[in-house]
């Protein structure tokens, strides 16, 4: 009758043991989902400056980022330049092409300030 009362117990304490697992594998994912999101924004910040930079390093200061966009394997920013305003695109970050331009197209150009 002892064996029987120590296996009772073990699987007693197992079904416990399981229990206690889910609830806190439960509890650790409840919590992780906001720092999860929080980690999703800070890349995507980290991208935006990193798109920022680069646009910098190929066409120099002095322009700044309105917004970006990446599509079909192509990243596509929005920049200005003393009032004039582009749309460039990379594929790699690296070479940009100017696609569009408010001097060629000035119904494109930023509004007055």
């Excluded at 304490?13 to 697992?21: A, E, L």
Aim: aromatic share 6%; net charge positive.
């Amino acid at each position: 009758m002892r064996v029987k009362e120590n296996i009772g117990a073990k699987e007693v304490n197992m079904r416990i043991g399981r229990r206690d697992f889910i609830k806190g594998c439960a509890a650790v994912s409840a919590l992780s989902l906001p720092v999860m999101a929080s980690t999703a924004e800070a890349s995507a910040a980290e991208i935006g400056l990193h798109i920022e930079k680069s646009i910098k390093a190929s066409f120099g200061g002095g322009f700044a980022v309105l917004s970006h966009h990446r599509s079909k394997g192509l990243t596509q920013a929005e920049i200005t330049h003393f009032g004039n305003r582009y749309t460039v695109a990379s594929a790699d970050l690296q070479d940009w092409k100017i696609i569009r331009s408010s001097l060629s197209n000035p119904g494109f150009a930023s509004p007055l300030v």
